[in-house]
């Protein structure tokens, strides 16, 4: 099922309208309530996909790793899944209509971290796709980000 929340564009967003928000979508509605009030919330129709995958391999790399490889991940993600298909069909349904849920994101002073969507970031990046709709919190000390679009 997919759900229409271009309405909630540029909108701040609580922890608890952004668990309503997602609570149908892909989004694991537990991992809201992690997240936290300390974050300041939006929603982005078309969030650019290399910020995200650029942020998480430099961290990787700064942490003393490698970089992480969206192409090697997802096909291990696929190859070594017991879910009975649902991984497959999940990258079917993305071949066939692309990214309709939102990811859900955090952006403080280290990057980005990915609550939920890694498989749709990682289908994106590697199809070329430059924009995916997505829930942005933002730390508090990191509202200035040259993306962060407030509210005018």
Do not use: C
């Amino acid at each position: 099922m997919t759900h229409d929340f271009d309405h909630l564009e540029n909108t701040p967003l609580s922890p608890d309208e952004l668990h309503y928000a997602t609570r149908e979508s892909q989004a694991a509605p537990y991992r809201m309530q992690t997240l936290g009030a300390i974050f300041s919330w939006r929603y982005y129709p078309a969030f650019p996909v290399k910020d995200i995958v650029h942020s998480i391999k430099q961290q990787d790399i700064e942490q003393g790793g490698a970089a992480w490889n969206p192409n090697a991940w997802l096909m291990d993600e696929v190859i070594n899944s017991d879910d009975d298909g649902y991984r497959v069909s999940q990258l079917d349904s993305l071949d066939e209509k692309g990214v309709l849920d939102p990811v859900v994101v955090m952006f403080d002073a280290r990057g980005f971290d990915i609550g939920d969507g890694w498989h749709r970031i990682a289908w994106s990046f590697i199809n070329d796709v430059d924009t995916i709709p997505a829930f942005v919190g933002v730390s508090p000390e990191d509202l200035t980000a040259s993306w962060y679009r407030p509210i005018k």
